[in-house]
Each structure stands twice: as C-alpha cells, then as structure tokens.
C-alpha cells in the first residue's frame, strides 16, 4: 500500500512564503509523476505543479514564477516552495503520485495552506 505523507503548510500573512514537503513509503523512482494539487473552499480540486521522473516541471499559470517544486528520489519525497503568496492560494494542498508500472495515482492526506492578513 502506498502512502504519501505531506508536512509544512500553514498560516502567512500576503507576500508570505511556505513550504511543503511530501514523502512516500516507497522508492519514488516507481512513480512517473509526482506533484500538488489543491482545493479552496467551494471550488473543485486543481493542479498547481507537476514533475516529471526526469525532473521536467510544470506549473498552473496562477502560481507561475512564485511557485517552484523539486524532487528528491533518493529520500522519496516532492517539495514544493509557495513564494509571494496571495489569499486565492489558500486551500488544502494535497500531493500525488502516479504509479510508473499501473497509472495509478495515489493521494496524500493534504494540507492547509491559508494566506490571510
């Protein structure tokens, strides 16, 4: 069974920076993609970043330039550093993973990530 735990999150003020930091309970050289959605408060869930096994990236165009996401495959996790955040980046974070062999995509728990002044 494959489980992703995240950490990191929380609560900052506009302009404010925050990082998360999911690990998995196996090799992450087993996963094909790797990355964060998230999900604001009556609003369906979105993709924010993705990374490629070959650490190629990509980004929703909302979080563009102020969001960057890295990959560690020897220590099995996906990070993602939220800079100049904005209220409208405030919801629960959640990490994913998608199996290289089956396509299945796991889920982590999520996070909440709130921007408020």
């Known amino acids: 069974q494959v489980q992703l735990v995240e950490s990191g999150g929380g609560l900052t003020q506009p302009g404010g920076s925050l990082g998360l930091s999911c690990v998995a309970n196996r090799s992450s050289f087993s996963f094909n993609g790797m990355g964060w959605y998230r999900q604001a408060p009556g609003k369906e869930r979105e993709l924010v970043a993705t990374i490629s096994r070959g650490a190629v990236s990509n980004y929703s165009d909302s979080v563009k330039g102020r969001f960057t996401i890295s990959r560690n495959n020897v220590k099995n996790t996906v990070s993602l550093q939220m800079n100049v955040l904005k209220p409208e980046d405030t919801g629960v974070y959640y990490c994913?993973?998608?199996?290289?062999?089956?396509?299945?995509?796991?889920w982590g728990q999520g996070t909440q990530v709130t921007v408020s002044s």
């Open positions: 994913y993973a998608q199996s290289w062999s089956s396509g299945e995509i796991y």
